[in-house]
């Protein structure tokens, strides 16, 4: 069964089209097959989360908008989960914030970093970064702390979906700050982050685009306002809290 062939009235519909686009990832060469492994952490939590925004999710996709607008050189960074399920949606929120997109990979290989930055062209990107490879993150051994000189390297904020917790540490020690969309509120990258969004990385990237387009008028001082006010620890506790004292009393089953 391909993507578009999955029947729109499947109680799990949105699950099973992100299945397919990972695979479809692996497949075309863009994912690896760790990420494989990831998604399925990942669709573990969102189901305990009840596969909704939260609305402590919402505040921080909020808060994110209004770091990005307020940066003078955010970067997007892409790795091969994020690029297989949501190439347009990234762009699309990379136009909206006027951030770079840069491909970031844990497990780094030339190939792979050209052909994702080949598949964010055919959903629109322009310029995509990643491929020079002149820069670094501190601390991390080469393949991993690889990035572009220009790019993540010179950013004042970086929005890292998916991150592991390693590289989001060292990015923190270089002052970046970090906006990370993970559905694991114990993981060490949400944790380390200044604008932790728990949400799928499927809702949250619209989600934040959507508010950034909302913001797109807004005074500095109304923009730092929306900073200031985000609490991202409170954000991390509710999200917590809605996994532990949730309950499987509407689920429709996996
Ligand atoms: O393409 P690469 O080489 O850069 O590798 C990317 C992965 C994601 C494979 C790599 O960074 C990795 O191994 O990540 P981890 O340590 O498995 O962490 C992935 C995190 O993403 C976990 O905390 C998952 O819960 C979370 N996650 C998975 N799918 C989603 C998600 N969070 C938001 N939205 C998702 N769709």
């Given amino acids: 069964m391909t993507e578009t062939e999955v029947p729109e009235d499947h109680p799990r519909y949105a699950s099973l089209v992100t299945r ?60 091969g ?33 050209r052909r994702i930055a080949d598949h964010l062209r055919d959903h629109g990107a322009n310029e995509v970064k990643g491929l020079a490879g002149d820069g670094e993150i501190p601390g991390l051994d080469h393949a991993r702390g690889v990035v572009d000189a220009d790019g993540i390297e010179a950013a004042d904020v970086v929005v890292v979906p998916l991150e592991d917790g390693d590289r989001a540490a060292a990015l923190d020690a270089m002052g970046k700050t970090e906006i990370v969309i993970d559905l694991n509120p114990g993981s060490r990258s949400p944790r380390t982050a200044d604008v932790p969004i728990i949400d799928n990385l499927l809702r949250a990237v619209p989600n934040v685009t959507a508010h950034a387009k909302d913001l797109a008028d807004a005074r500095p001082a109304e923009l730092e306002r929306t900073v200031d006010e985000f609490d991202a620890d409170a954000a991390l506790d509710a999200a917590e809290a809605a996994i532990r004292e949730g309950s499987f009393a509407d689920g429709d089953g996996a």
């Avoid at 347009?88 to 990379?94: F, H, P, R, S």
């Avoid at 951030?99 to 970093?113: G, K, M, P, Q, S």
């Fill in 81 to 113: 989960n994020v690029a297989a399920l949501a190439p347009a949606e990234t762009v699309d929120l990379a136009d909206a914030v006027d951030a770079d997109l840069e491909v970031n990979l844990f497990n780094h290989t030339d190939e792979r970093v």
């Fill in 20 to 79: 397919h686009r990972i695979e479809a990832g692996v497949e075309q060469g863009i994912t690896s097959k760790q990420g494989l492994i990831a998604q399925g952490r990942g669709e573990a939590f969102d189901y305990l989360l009840g596969e909704r925004t939260l609305p402590s999710a919402d505040a921080a996709a909020r808060a994110a908008a209004a770091t990005l607008l307020l940066a003078d050189r955010p970067v997007i960074s892409v790795n």
